[in-house]
């Protein structure tokens, strides 16, 4: 079966979907808080970021232009895995021992924050590709969409460099890094279905 670029934009694009939307009845569920799916839920993610990074792999190699945002997409897929893997195996372990010994809760308290700042940077990856491709989108002419990328690109940007440097004590709370985050992955993923059906 051969995959040529318009199919490889296209199929990034409904993963990208797929993934805004689990991870928008993820946290809906929790904040809700309602019993969570996680292995299911994180397990599903991880699937289609497996998928992810070898789709948009080839659209960078494939690509003409915009290889920073296939580069985006790729790793923000890539370190998505690491997070997923770190929260499926390592979670639950770590916070069981910290129940039954008092010394290992500065190590489970570290998993977590190992976990978030894999998590930060994803996002960040993602904000810049919707950046990149929203510019692009503005550029074709589609100045709603493309200019609402843009917008939300910068703010999940902004947000999780913030998270980054100043820990997840500061100001801003990782709800709304999460949040931009995901929506950035939304527009993004309509931002390449658009594109993909010009091409």
Same mark, same amino acid.
């Given at each position: 079966?051969? $995959?040529?670029?318009?199919?490889?934009?296209?199929?990034?694009?409904? #993963? !990208?979907? +797929?993934?805004?939307?689990?991870?928008?009845?993820?946290?809906?569920?929790?904040?809700?808080?309602?019993?969570?799916?996680?292995?299911?839920?994180?397990?599903?993610?991880?699937?289609?970021?497996?998928?992810?990074? +070898?789709? &948009?792999?080839?659209?960078?190699?494939?690509? *003409?232009?915009?290889? @920073?945002?296939?580069?985006?997409?790729?790793? =923000?897929?890539? #370190? /998505?895995?690491?997070?997923?893997?770190?929260? !499926?195996?390592?979670?639950?372990?770590?916070?069981?021992? +910290?129940?039954?010994?008092?010394?290992?809760?500065?190590? &489970?308290?570290?998993?977590?924050? !190992?976990?978030?700042?894999?998590?930060?940077?994803?996002?960040?990856?993602?904000?810049?590709?919707? !950046?990149?491709? %929203?510019?692009?989108?503005?550029?074709?002419? =589609? *100045?709603?969409? %493309?200019?609402?990328?843009?917008?939300? %690109?910068?703010?999940?940007?902004?947000? /999780? @460099?913030?998270?980054?440097?100043?820990?997840?004590?500061? $100001?801003?709370?990782?709800? $709304?890094?999460?949040?931009?985050?995901?929506? +950035?992955?939304?527009?993004?993923?309509?931002?390449? #279905?658009?594109?993909?059906?010009?091409?």
């Amino acid at each position: 079966m051969e $995959f040529t670029q318009q199919r490889t934009v296209k199929i990034t694009s409904y #993963l !990208l979907l +797929a993934l805004a939307i689990t991870q928008a009845i993820y946290t809906a569920l929790y904040l809700s808080k309602v019993s969570v799916p996680r292995q299911f839920l994180w397990g599903l993610e991880g699937v289609l970021f497996t998928f992810l990074i +070898a789709f &948009a792999g080839a659209a960078m190699v494939q690509a *003409k232009h915009y290889q @920073v945002g296939w580069s985006a997409i790729a790793f =923000s897929a890539v #370190l /998505n895995i690491v997070q997923v893997s770190i929260g !499926l195996t390592m979670f639950r372990p770590f916070y069981e021992a +910290a129940g039954q010994l008092e010394d290992l809760k500065p190590i &489970a308290g570290a998993v977590v924050a !190992l976990s978030f700042m894999i998590y930060y940077t994803a996002k960040l990856l993602l904000g810049l590709a919707a !950046l990149i491709f %929203g510019m692009a989108k503005i550029s074709e002419g =589609s *100045k709603v969409l %493309g200019g609402l990328t843009v917008l939300v %690109g910068i703010v999940a940007m902004a947000a /999780n @460099v913030i998270l980054i440097i100043l820990g997840r004590d500061g $100001f801003l709370s990782s709800y $709304f890094a999460g949040a931009s985050g995901v929506l +950035a992955t939304l527009l993004l993923g309509l931002c390449l #279905l658009t594109l993909a059906r010009e091409d």
